[in-house]
């Protein structure tokens, strides 16, 4: 009988018990991706062929893997850079009046948190583009015991976009009122609201009398800019009040801090992990300073931005 797999999408670990689970992560001398350790995984690949194109098959079992919980936290802290660099990006962008980029770039750096996110509680969704027999197929990970690092891995064919943000919220919204009070707001919003940000991405992508604004309204542009340039830390706390690029550049920052929280907060009981943080939190600390000192950069929103998350990234 095949297994309701909504019961792998909406599980949850609760943010006091992710020390104790990750402490027990087994770090892995050949593989740095759960793309490239999965692929080779004898498990798995004994029993690829059951699950792939067969939706209604059970997910392949993976019994007491802390491999892949360290793999886990690693994709995790790489997600975390990947957000950071494509924040700066955009607010040069931005700087740079090149809009249409700006809005797309400010996208993936909260896709990036969230799938970060989504690595501290064990999930991942997984696209192969190499020519494996996984070519050109998608699969979720997701935990079946954390506490005895089971996991479980199945084809899921869903939009990636899409299913990444309703993924996160399924994940993160019932741990809502246990997350630190000031992400809360993060992991309340609807889902309607998340795949607005999905929606919006699309139009400026692909959409050519949405995006690309920065050679058809100059005006606007100017406009929205010069409001950016105007924000001070006073009013940081606004920004979810403000226009949608704004709201972008606050979304995504706040996203970036929670997760730099969070893994901060996993890696406490494993010196390894606390030890591989604390360098690269340093290496996140030069690259945002070196940001700010950029001359394209030196608008006030850059300064404001980089300087909270340097403040908070500690």
């Known amino acids: 009988m095949a297994i309701d797999r909504n019961i792998y999408f909406k599980t949850y670990i609760r943010p006091d018990d992710l020390q104790d689970i990750f402490k027990y992560a087994t770090p892995s001398t050949h593989y740095t991706s759960l793309k490239t350790y999965l692929e080779a995984l004898p ?23 802390k491999t892949i919980t360290y793999l886990l936290f690693m994709e995790a802290e790489n997600y975390l850079d990947k957000a950071l660099a494509n924040l700066c990006s955009q607010i040069l962008l931005f700087s740079n009046k090149s809009h249409s980029w700006g809005v797309v770039t400010g996208y993936y750096s909260s896709f990036f948190s969230i799938n970060g996110l989504l690595r501290l509680q064990g999930k991942g969704h997984l696209h192969y583009s190499s020519n494996t027999p996984f070519k050109g197929k998608s699969f979720f990970l997701s935990p079946d015991n954390i506490d005895r690092h089971n996991y479980v891995f199945f084809q899921h064919t869903a939009s990636h976009h899409r299913d990444v943000w309703i993924r996160f919220h399924d994940t993160y919204r019932p741990i809502a009122n246990l997350c630190p009070e000031q992400f809360t707001p993060l992991v309340t919003y609807t889902l309607d609201d998340l795949l607005q940000e999905v929606a919006r991405r699309n139009d400026y992508n692909y959409t050519v009398y949405i995006g690309f604004r920065e050679v058809q309204d100059l005006a606007v542009l100017n406009n929205n800019i010069c409001k950016m340039n105007n924000i001070t830390y006073r009013v940081y706390n606004k920004l979810f009040d403000g226009d949608d690029d704004i709201q972008t550049i606050a979304r995504a920052s706040r996203r970036i801090i929670f997760l730099d929280y969070l893994l901060r907060h996993v890696a406490q009981k494993k010196s390894l992990l606390k030890e591989t943080h604390k360098k690269l939190t340093e290496c996140r600390k030069d690259y ?27």
């Open 43 to 65: 498990i798995v690949k004994a029993n690829l062929s059951r699950i792939i194109d067969n939706s209604n098959d059970n997910p392949i079992a993976i019994p007491n893997n």
């Open 288 to 314: 945002i300073d070196s940001v700010v000192r950029a001359k394209v950069a030196r608008k006030e929103i850059s300064k404001l931005v980089a300087g909270r998350i340097r403040h908070f990234i500690t």
